[in-house]
């Protein structure tokens, strides 16, 4: 068992490594310094009130595919508007297992010490790791329950649920579907 978190823990890594190698020329520098690693938050509850979201509606996306496993059994919640707002990573789940600190200190290592998303526009994203920025597009899925992010390489869902009354955006990257990543928003 902690061989397979291990293995996990090095393949989220190498994701995130892997978006910082990409550089395209559409990324710019980030002035932005780095900021302390919130604690991780905890699963979704699942006895969340069931009139705020079900995984049906959460679990399909309008084009008809299927969510990544690490989001579908998450409580979604609509949201109306995430623009000029942004989300730092903050904790995640990896192959149906939480992430400890220490995961979550060798991720934001590996991803230059930041890894965040910023809505700058209605349609607007950008993917921060570490001094790097990347520019992509989102648009909500399923009546506002889900969005999905584009960049050039990399795509996400991404699903807005509520854990002790804080919002967090667990987003899954498509060709890791076992990992989630617990993002919260900051100020």
Known sequence: MKMKKIVSVIVAMAMVLAMA????????????????AEKPVSQPNEDADDDAGTDDEAGTPDDGSAFPAALSNVDAYPVEDISDTS????????????????????????????FQFTFPG?????????????????????DNYAIEAVFDG?????????????????LANKTDPETALYMTQTE
């Open 122 to 142: 209605a349609d607007e994203v950008q993917m921060i790791n570490g001094e790097q920025t990347f520019a992509g597009s989102y648009q909500f899925l399923n």
């Open 21 to 36: 190698a990409c550089g395209s020329d559409s990324g710019k520098k980030s002035s932005k310094d780095s900021t302390s």
């Open 154 to 170: 990399y795509e996400y869902y991404g699903v807005f649920t509520q854990i002790e009354g804080e919002t967090i955006l667990i």
């Open 87 to 114: 989300w730092t990573l903050s904790g995640g789940m990896m192959n149906g297992t939480e992430m400890e600190q220490g995961d979550l200190d060798a991720i934001l290592a590996a991803a230059g010490g930041t």
